[in-house]
């Protein structure tokens, strides 16, 4: 009888041996799955090779291996056991797992890259997160062996949910670390030697080390063993930015690696130089790491008169914008800390030069600080030490031709009267999200400017105004937070979703379309027993997410001034050093608590909006998110309270307190604000436990926070046909915005096609009784028409298209097909996607003709076109190129100053006017 396989992961293919294997033992719950089509040559030929190799391995004789490898040639091996080799014929032909008996359900977690295959990780945007790999593989592990330089907290942290699972099975775990320059972290080498399935050996040499590699070998009795060998210690840098090369290595095909890895590790465990780490005792380890420290010195202060790359780019699209598209009042969505300002600068910098120095300036804010740091960074950028004044607060300014003025200054002495509305050729509103505020709209209702420029970190309202009314409804250019950490601009966050213990479902919470603030109050704070049992979790979090509150500078959001004074108040009783800063103190009691928080003499201030805007605190090292945040705007502008960098800063902490929501509330905006922009799938993103999050970022949600989440995103997903009419019907009451294609999906972050593959624009508009039913006849056919067409992005042919529609609603098809002229046929396809002899159709006439009586199809597509050209990032722009005739495409070469284009005889070496390299342009 045949052994019985081990338990745990596989990615075998299933031949006649393994399948008898499987037959043999019914009590085993193998897991099946499928072998993509692609994968089958690969995979095949691996599986040839190994049994190849056997066979040849069992001959002793050179000469009769030849002479096998020749007839082998001829037709396939005869060995005596090939019959059992041979590949069996089934639907799910290869075996994924075998569940061991203590798992509830199947489907064990796996690794984003196969457990059979070795892979190199870059960091690039394509690979998972080094992370998510090693918690993924920790899980199936049978066996662990790790190797770094040192361990920090912050990276430990991200894995102690895979090393608790290890505790739990009992899973050895062997690692070796080193207390060199003191990098380590105490008390993370301290957690893990307190497992006690857990031992640590570590060399106390502090001024040189012979150990530089960095290792993780996860042995498995199925024989899919793996190990990651490169550059990454237990850091979270290490483990989760881009700059750490990595090599994945798997035993199905670089097994001699794990073999030599095995024997140096054996060497290494027994050396003298690593000695056996006592939890018990860790006054060592903690003296070694105490003397390898040294102060870090302090960074030097100094003004870039360059702007970065991505800044430049946003300066490129704002040229763009104006010159080609005309459009001269332009939002610009930067997020906190990314440099709105410098942007601003640099652009007026562009505007004042080609004015000969002749432009006046009018800057905007609501507050004198951001005024008198603006001032500064116009005077570095236009090298310019007297450039412009302040007038607000106690400032009075002497001129006003290039003035730094607060809003309530602007608004009391009615400066338009005074200067003039034509006065200022550039006006800068920072915080544009405020312009729909009436103290704002002298700015864009009493002024003649020649550009009006908004800065804003969130142009999502609090109140549903419409910040996009002002700026030609539409966002020129922006980096949102994901972006900006890609670019490493703003400090990373790890995110810990924890349960909370207090349950929102209830409709006594739910009150105008938002969290009741009273009733949240009402069970956040007092005596009884869910606000003890919610303190008791939220100090519980907070200890294990940051055992060490030594340099804890943190800032906890609450629902009511009442929760604030409360949580302050518990704190304070529970050894944390707290207060809380919140309106109605007296003004002078603000700055001595910002100053105590800097200083360490405060742990944490609790607030409910007044430090989301405005405050600048670079120190914070941990957010408290302990309400549900309505609003994505304050969450933002909270969370990125905490994500200025400042030195000895590694990354943010924040805890999010996640119980049962009530169904209207939508978790999934705050989340999808955290991930790139609709490149993956919400749900799949928390099933999978984000693996392509920003570099250095994180977030981890315990097991009820996840389930909870789940439940919220796909109780909106499954409630699409109930949640779109319910918003259709509210989206102009609660806007104030005309209800368009472009303003409904823009305001409810909806991705068009989406809502297209269900129904139609107008079948939607029905649905909310809003308009009659449309009665096209060609209605079912049309939704994928509709969803081509919100994919168009070329600014030509999105006008032409226009154009034509406009002639079909009228009944002019054959003007129509005139405008049409050579793309005539391709609009056809891009409308029925068929040949016409299929739909019987004879002619291009009968084409358009029958696209003519679907008059609410053509409605639809006028709005959903309106919103692709609001929407392409394709300039559109024709240089006058000779030797090419149109239409043509331009790219850049791998050589930035060098440009291919087809058709062209030579590559053009000089820039071309209007012509940008940091973009694809296809007319």
Not at 311 to 321: D, G, P, Y
Not at 475 to 484: G, S, V, Y
Request: hydrophobic residues 40%.
């Amino acid at each position: 009888m045949t052994s019985k396989p081990a338990f745990g992961m596989y990615d075998a293919l299933i031949d006649k041996h393994l399948q008898d294997v499987l037959r043999q033992y019914p009590e085993l719950r193998p897991v099946l799955g499928k072998l993509d089509a692609e994968e089958q040559p690969a995979r095949y030929a691996d599986f040839v090779a190994k049994v190849l190799e056997q066979v040849l391995r069992e001959e002793s004789d050179p000469e009769n291996r030849l002479a096998l490898c020749n007839l082998i040639l001829e037709q396939l091996s005869n060995s005596p056991d090939a019959d059992t080799k041979k590949l069996v014929s089934t639907k799910k032909s290869l075996l994924l797992e075998i569940t061991p008996p203590h798992y509830g359900t199947s489907h064990m977690p796996r690794p984003h890259t196969p457990v059979s295959e070795s892979s190199l990780f870059t960091g690039s945007p394509s690979d998972p997160q080094l992370v998510h790999e090693l918690a993924a593989e920790m899980r199936s592990a049978d066996g662990v062996d790790i190797l770094v330089s040192f361990i920090k907290w912050s990276g430990l942290r991200l894995l102690i949910p895979a090393f608790e699972d290890l505790r739990d099975r009992n899973i050895p775990v062997r690692l070796i670390t080193t207390s060199y320059m003191g990098a380590s972290d105490a008390p993370a080498i301290e957690w893990l030697a307190a497992l006690p399935n857990v031992n640590v050996r570590v060399s106390y040499d502090t001024e040189r080390t012979r150990l530089h590699a960095k290792a993780y070998h996860f042995r498995r009795d199925s024989g899919f063993s793996s190990a990651y060998i490169g550059s990454a210690n237990m850091s979270h840098a290490a483990i989760t930015s881009g700059l750490e090369w990595n090599l994945k290595v798997t035993a199905q095909d670089m097994a001699h690696i794990l073999e030599k890895f095995t024997a140096e590790f054996e060497t290494y465990w027994h050396s003298r130089e690593f000695v056996p780490f006592d939890p018990e005792d860790p006054a060592p380890l903690r003296s070694a790491i105490r003397r390898a420290r040294h102060a870090q010195p302090q960074s030097a202060v100094f003004f870039d008169l360059r702007p970065h790359p991505f800044q430049e780019r946003i300066l490129e699209t704002l040229e763009t914008e104006r010159e080609v598209r005309g459009l001269t009042r332009n939002l610009v969505v930067a997020a906190t800390g990314t440099g709105k300002t410098v942007i601003a600068a640099f652009d007026f910098q562009r505007f004042y030069e080609r004015k000969k120095r002749q432009a006046r300036l009018l800057f905007v804010a609501h507050r004198v600080e951001i005024l008198t740091k603006a001032q500064e960074t116009f005077r570095n950028v236009l090298r310019d030490a007297g450039f412009g004044d302040v007038l607000g607060g106690t400032y009075q300014a002497e001129r006003f031709d290039h003035l730094f003025c607060t809003v309530s200054m602007l608004t009391s002495r009615r400066l338009w009267n005074q200067v003039g509305p034509g006065f200022y050729d550039f006006i800068i509103i920072d915080e544009a999200h405020h312009g729909t505020a009436s103290s704002y709209r002298p700015v864009f209702e009493e002024f003649s400017p020649e550009i009006i420029l908004g800065l804003t970190a969130t142009p999502e309202r609090m109140d549903g105004g419409n910040v996009l009314a002002d700026f030609d409804n539409r966002f020129t250019a922006e980096i949102r937070l994901p972006e900006a950490l890609e670019e490493k601009l703003l400090c990373p966050f790890h995110y810990f979703g924890v349960t909370d213990p207090v349950s929102l479902s209830d409709d006594r919470f739910w009150k105008n379309g938002q969290y009741d603030t009273h009733e949240l109050e009402k069970v956040y704070t007092g005596n009884h027993i869910q606000a003890r049992q919610r303190l008791d979790a939220i100090l519980s979090a907070l200890h294990r997410y940051e055992p060490d509150m030594e340099g804890v500078k943190g800032i906890g959001f609450c629902v009511s001034i009442e929760h604030a004074e409360y949580m302050a108040e518990m704190f304070h009783k529970h050894g944390l050093a707290s207060a809380a800063y919140v309106s109605g103190n007296h003004p002078g009691h603000y700055e001595p608590l910002l100053n105590q928080l800097k200083s360490g003499q405060l742990k944490f201030l609790f607030t409910v909006d007044k430090l989301s805007e405005g405050v600048d605190l670079p120190d914070i090292n941990i957010v408290l998110f302990l309400r549900p945040t309505r609003s994505l705007t304050v969450f933002l502008q909270q969370l990125g309270r905490g994500l200025r960098h400042s030195p000895g800063k590694d990354c943010l902490t924040v805890l999010d307190f996640v119980g049962q929501a009530h169904r209207k509330y939508r978790i999934d905006t705050k989340i999808k604000a955290l991930l790139p922009k609709h490149r993956f799938s919400i749900d799949r993103e928390v099933e999978q436990d984000f693996p392509h999050l920003p570099p250095g970022c994180a977030i981890q949600l315990d097991r009820l926070s996840r389930r909870h989440v789940l439940e919220n995103i796909r109780e909106n997903l499954k409630n699409l046909a109930v949640q779109v009419p319910e918003r259709l019907r509210a989206f102009s009451h609660e806007t104030g915005q005309p209800l368009t294609f472009g303003n409904f999906i823009r305001h409810h972050d909806y991705e068009p096609e989406r809502l297209l593959i269900r129904e139609t624009w107008s079948t939607w508009k029905a649905k909310a009784r809003l308009t009659e039913f449309p009665s096209d006849p060609d209605i079912t056919r049309m939704k994928n028409a509709l969803i081509r067409l919100a994919l168009t992005n070329g600014p030509a042919e999105i006008a032409r298209l226009q154009e034509i529609v406009g002639l079909l609603k009228t009944q002019q098809v054959d003007r129509a097909i005139s405008a049409a002229g050579n793309t005539a046929i391709m609009i056809h396809y891009r409308i029925w996607a068929e040949r016409g002899n299929t739909l019987g159709m004879n002619s291009l006439r009968e084409s358009f003709d029958r696209l003519s009586r679907n008059p609410a199809t053509l409605s639809d597509i006028e709005e959903i076109l309106a919103w692709a050209e609001s929407e392409t990032p394709v300039a559109g722009i024709r240089p006058d190129l000779p030797l090419l005739p149109a239409p043509w495409s331009f790219m850049p070469n791998t050589d930035s100053k060098t440009f291919w284009l087809p058709w062209a005889r030579q590559p053009l070496k000089q820039p071309v006017k209007g012509v940008s390299a940091s973009f694809i342009c296809r007319i």
